[in-house]
C-alpha cells in the first residue's frame, strides 16, 4: 500500500525565514503529487501539484524520484503561510490520493 | 458558484444511533469522495463515485458504513449502529474529472461525536 511520510507534525519559523515540509512516499514509480493546504477556519484546498510545475503563493515543490521525495519550499514566509499542509501522492495503479497526517506550519511574526 | 456544500455541520450521536451525513457537490463534477479525518490525522479515504457508480468503497472500515449516490450528484453516508471510534470528521470533495488525478474541491466537512 502506498504510504506517505511527513516527518513533522509542527514546523515553527519566524516571518522572512525559509520553510521546507517534507514529504516522502513509498511508491518507486512515477507519481502525481499535490500539496493541500487547510488555512484557520477554512476548508482544505489545493495548494499546488507536481505536474502543473507552477509556484504558488510563493511555494515550490520538487520531485526528486531518487530519494522519493516531494518537500514543499518557501525561500521567505510570511504569518500568512500559517496552516496545516498536507502531501498527497497520487501512485499509478491507485487513483485515489493518499494523505500524509499533515505538518503544521506557524509563523511568528 | 457555490462551492460543495455538506450537512449537518455538527452531530452529536449516541453510541448505537444510526446518522446520515450528506454531501452537495459542485454541479457537473463527476467525481465524489468521502474521507474520515481523524484529530491529528491526514483525510483517510473511504469511498469514491463516479456519477451515480460506486467504483471504490475499499476504505469504508465495516459494514456499519454505506454510502451512496442514486442520481449522479448528491450522495449520502450512512453510519448504522455508531460507535464512539466513529468520532471524525467526515470531508466530502468533488472533482471535474474522473478519479483523484484532478483538483478536489472539499467540503467543510461534518463533525460527528460519538458518546
Known amino acids: 500500500a502506498q504510504r506517505v511520510t511527513q516527518p513533522e507534525k509542527l514546523l515553527s519559523v519566524f516571518k522572512g525565514a525559509p520553510v521546507e515540509l517534507k514529504c516522502n512516499y513509498s511508491y518507486s514509480g512515477s507519481p502525481e503529487l499535490f500539496w493541500y493546504v487547510q488555512y484557520s477556519r477554512q476548508r482544505l484546498q489545493l495548494l499546488l501539484r507536481?505536474?502543473s510545475r507552477e509556484s504558488i503563493k510563493g511555494f515550490t515543490a520538487d520531485l526528486n524520484k531518487g530519494e522519493t521525495s516531494f518537500h514543499l519550499k518557501k525561500p521567505f514566509a510570511q504569518e500568512e503561510d500559517s496552516a496545516m499542509y498536507y502531501c498527497?501522492?497520487?501512485?499509478?495503479?491507485?487513483?485515489?490520493?493518499?494523505f500524509g497526517r499533515g505538518t503544521s506550519l506557524i509563523v511568528h511574526p | 458558484g457555490a462551492g460543495v456544500s455538506q450537512s449537518p455541520r455538527y452531530k452529536v450521536a449516541k453510541r448505537g444511533q444510526d446518522v446520515a451525513l450528506r454531501c452537495d457537490p459542485i454541479?457537473?463534477?463527476?467525481?465524489l469522495f468521502w474521507y474520515q479525518q481523524a484529530l491529528g490525522q491526514g483525510p483517510e479515504f473511504l469511498t469514491y463515485f463516479q456519477n451515480e457508480a460506486q467504483l471504490d468503497k475499499s476504505g469504508l472500515p465495516s459494514d456499519r458504513f454505506f454510502a451512496e449516490r442514486p442520481e449522479g450528484s448528491v450522495s449520502t453516508l450512512k453510519i448504522q449502529r455508531t460507535q464512539q471510534e466513529d468520532s471524525a470528521v467526515y470531508l466530502c470533495?468533488?472533482?471535474?474529472?474522473?478519479?483523484?488525478?484532478?483538483?478536489?474541491?472539499f467540503g467543510p466537512g461534518t463533525r460527528l461525536t460519538v458518546t
Open positions: 470533495a468533488s472533482s471535474l474529472v474522473l478519479a483523484g488525478v484532478g483538483e478536489q474541491y
Open positions: 498527497a501522492p497520487l501512485t499509478g495503479g491507485s487513483y485515489i490520493p493518499t
Open positions: 454541479s457537473g463534477h463527476v467525481s
Open positions: 507536481h505536474i
